[in-house]
């Protein structure tokens, strides 16, 4: 397990909005065919998320929207509307055209595919009798 | 992993003062208060007609989150499971915590069980808590001479 796939979090890519900037959770693990992320966004909706790429980092840009209820008055926060903000730097073999995310119950799950010729091929060996 | 049920003190309640003790003790007992001891984060509003709360619980079945009232506490309790199809050794980076969590708060007044609605959305629970006909303020008539 030496490989660093998105490993590197890079934070010079926060910017001062009007929304709290907050980072959000994530789980990085392999896949059979390449890696995977899953980042908790929760209250964000799915026009809410923005997945870019640009040469090799994949930014992750959210919004959570906490509307109060109308004619209630706040008596306690824990939480607020922030904005989600993560960068992460890939790998050349990640396979950059068939990134593909699924936002569920507030976390997107993004599948990064290693590119085909960077996958694990089996070479078969074989015996001369 | 079970997270200890956590108390919010705030202006309303009366027992403030207790609350905070009480979970002062929890903590000198229990060592170093941990973030998990506020999952999941929870607001609260509060109206004439009784209180919404909403709290964060991203990537859970909604049939894994319970919310139960009883008198004029509720909880919140559930468990956030992990992706069992993914070996322990295939992760790179594991922030997102799993296992069961429970919080409780203590409400100003009692609420009508019957009537609570609860919804899960975008990762986010939100519960309508009517506050029970018997224990809204009255208004009292004053009568002058």
């Known amino acids: 397990m030496t490989t660093q796939t998105a490993e590197l979090q890079t934070k010079e890519n926060e910017r001062t909005r009007d929304l709290p900037v907050a980072v959000p959770a994530t789980d990085i693990y392999e896949t059979e065919n390449g890696i995977a992320l899953s980042v908790d966004l929760p209250g964000v909706r799915q026009e809410q998320v923005e997945v870019t790429l640009e040469n090799r980092v994949l930014t992750i840009s959210a919004r959570s929207e906490a509307v109060d209820p109308a004619g209630y008055d706040a008596v306690h926060r824990d939480f607020e509307p922030v904005e989600y903000r993560r960068s992460f730097t890939l790998t050349e073999d990640v396979d950059r055209a068939a990134i593909s995310a699924r936002l569920k119950n507030g976390v997107l799950h993004l599948a990064l595919p290693k590119a085909a010729e960077s996958q694990p091929r089996r070479i078969e060996v074989k015996t001369e009798h | ?135 809204k303020p009255r208004r009292i008539a004053i009568s002058a001479e």
């Open chain 2, 1 to 135: 992993m079970v997270y200890p049920i956590a108390r919010l003190d705030w202006s309303l309640d009366p027992f403030n003062g207790l609350h905070r003790l009480h979970r002062d003790m929890n903590r000198l007992f229990a060592g170093f208060a941990s973030p998990a001891e506020r999952f999941p984060a929870i607001n609260l509003w509060n109206s004439e007609d009784g209180m919404v709360l909403a709290a964060e619980i991203p990537g859970v079945d909604p049939k894994d989150v319970e919310v139960s009232v009883l008198g004029n506490v509720v909880s919140v309790s559930g468990e956030r499971k992990t992706d069992s199809s993914v070996p322990a050794d295939n992760y790179h980076r594991r922030e997102r915590e799993a296992g069961k969590f429970t919080r409780s708060i203590r409400l100003p007044y009692e609420v009508e069980s019957d009537s609570v609605q609860a919804r899960y959305e975008f990762g986010t629970l939100r519960v309508t808590l009517p506050r029970k006909e018997a224990t």
